[in-house]
């Protein structure tokens, strides 16, 4: 369990929490590029608590701003999208993309007024179809993290995002514990499972508590985790965290498609997964990229099952199922078929997630070695930000960009041999390697 002390500072992000000024010190990726259209409707955003507004100006650039007019408080949402600039519908104030007040068309030709005045403005930078923004003070931002995927053409993967209503924290926390999907996602009978080979349903069926083991890495940290399986095998899924809030979990199969999430914090109670399904070294296929794009994932909404776009934070991807519909839970199809019970698969991590609170009470828990992993990331969490607070240290990994190219793996190795062993060079981005995975 963690202390009331540690939970608030671990769970709390707005400007001046010691969390907050940590998740600041990083890159933090929000929309898609299509989302924004050069001189097109504005995008509601919400980041760390703090309202904003992305737009494309006439030039193609993405600008991220505060949603309220420094003049007299106005939503600039309503403003005109035109000519380089945002302006405000109340009274004309136009700012650019890098907050600057350009034009103030209710004040006098020699009123120099417009040059003491600026919005709040993020930079922001475009990468394989994705924004991202820098909301910390270092002037020049770090580097973006080198993630495997970032260079990759359009025609390698597939991308989404949804909302959640929870606490960010308790979002991560499913990604990095291998033991709940012997449970949660699982079928009664093993066969049925379709996310993965029979082989290795056959072996979470019969092997329900995997064995953790955690190393810190230079960026985050690398979980083990094992089970047993036949012939005399072990089966090591390997989970990377990448701080602040990236994850990677195992993929399957030969030559597999890979996966990045990330868990970014729209405020204290709510959050959004993004994330993206991809082929190091070759285009997805048709059908590859309509399953993945149609299929009910850790961050994909079913079609069916989104709200309707709205003009809210993130109001693409929010989900229909929920707390107050029993995220549609099938008491029959629960008894007869799968675990859970609840058809999204998403569903099946948030409706648990979701019930713990929109801030989860880690007072309350009671921790097994099940909870290795967990327990390690929120130490380095907690840690890194108390450095940061009282003693001005900022995490290696800020500048270190090339730490974050690192991937997830999955192998079954002898029983006995050290997973860590067997995976080290494996789980290294090396230029035109893809280790077939169990």
């Known amino acids: 369990m963690l202390s009331a002390t540690d939970n608030e500072l671990l769970t709390r992000v707005g400007a001046g929490t010691p969390m907050g000024d940590l998740l600041r010190l990083y890159w933090v990726p929000f929309l898609f590029s299509w989302e924004l259209q050069p001189d097109g409707e504005p995008e509601r955003v919400r980041l760390l608590g703090e309202n904003l507004l ?58 120099d007024f417009k040059h003491k005045v600026t919005a709040t403005a993020y930079p922001c930078v475009e990468r394989c179809g994705m924004v991202w923004t820098y909301m910390g003070a270092h002037n020049p931002p770090p580097p973006l ?60 069926a019969n092997d329900k508590h995997p064995r953790f083991e955690v190393v810190r890495t230079e960026a985050g940290v690398c979980i083990g985790a094992g089970r047993t399986a036949p012939e005399h095998q072990e089966y ?24 990045w999430r990330a868990w970014v914090p729209i405020d204290d109670t709510n959050c959004f997964v993004i994330g993206l399904s991809f082929h190091p070294l070759r285009p997805m296929t048709g059908q590859e ?92 969490l907690i840690e890194s930000a108390r450095n940061l607070r009282e003693k001005g240290v900022v995490p290696g990994e800020v500048a270190n960009a090339d730490s974050y190219a690192i991937r997830a793996d999955a192998v079954l190795i002898p029983a006995g041999t050290s997973w860590l062993e067997a995976t080290t060079e494996r789980i290294k981005v090396l230029v035109g390697v893809n280790p077939d995975c169990a």
């Not at 505060?66 to 004309?92: D, Q």
């Not at 799968?338 to 698969?345: C, P, R």
């Open 289 to 380: 990229r309509e399953s993945h794009e149609k299929r009910s994932g850790v961050w994909t909404i079913s079609p069916e099952e989104r709200e309707p776009k709205s003009s809210k934070p993130f109001g693409r991807l929010r989900p229909i199922p929920s707390l107050e519909n029993n995220f549609f839970i099938d008491r029959q199809v629960q008894r007869h078929k799968t675990y859970s019970g609840i058809a999204e698969f998403w569903a099946q991590d948030a409706a648990p997630q979701l019930s713990m609170g929109e801030i989860c009470d880690r007072t309350q828990e009671h921790l097994g070695t099940s909870d290795t992993a967990i327990i390690a990331v929120r130490r380095r």
């Open 236 to 259: 090591w899924r390997v989970t990377q965290h990448l701080m602040p809030f990236h994850t990677m979990t195992g993929p399957y199969g030969e030559n597999p498609i890979r996966n």
């Open 145 to 204: 993290p080198q993630l495997e995927w970032m260079d990759l053409p359009e025609s390698h993967h597939v991308a989404s995002k949804r909302v959640q209503y929870s606490n960010w924290v308790q979002g991560m926390e499913g990604d990095i514990d291998q033991s709940h999907v012997s449970f949660v996602h699982s079928s009664l009978n093993p066969e049925d499972n379709p996310r993965q080979s029979k082989h290795i349903a056959w072996i979470r």
């Open 54 to 111: 992305a737009f494309r100006d006439s030039n193609g650039q993405v600008g991220l701003v505060g949603e309220n007019c420094p003049h007299r408080g106005a939503s600039l949402f309503f403003g005109r999208n035109e000519e380089c600039g945002l302006r405000c519908v109340y009274h004309g104030w136009k700012f650019d993309a890098q907050g600057n007040c350009v034009d103030m068309p209710n004040e006098p030709a020699e009123s």
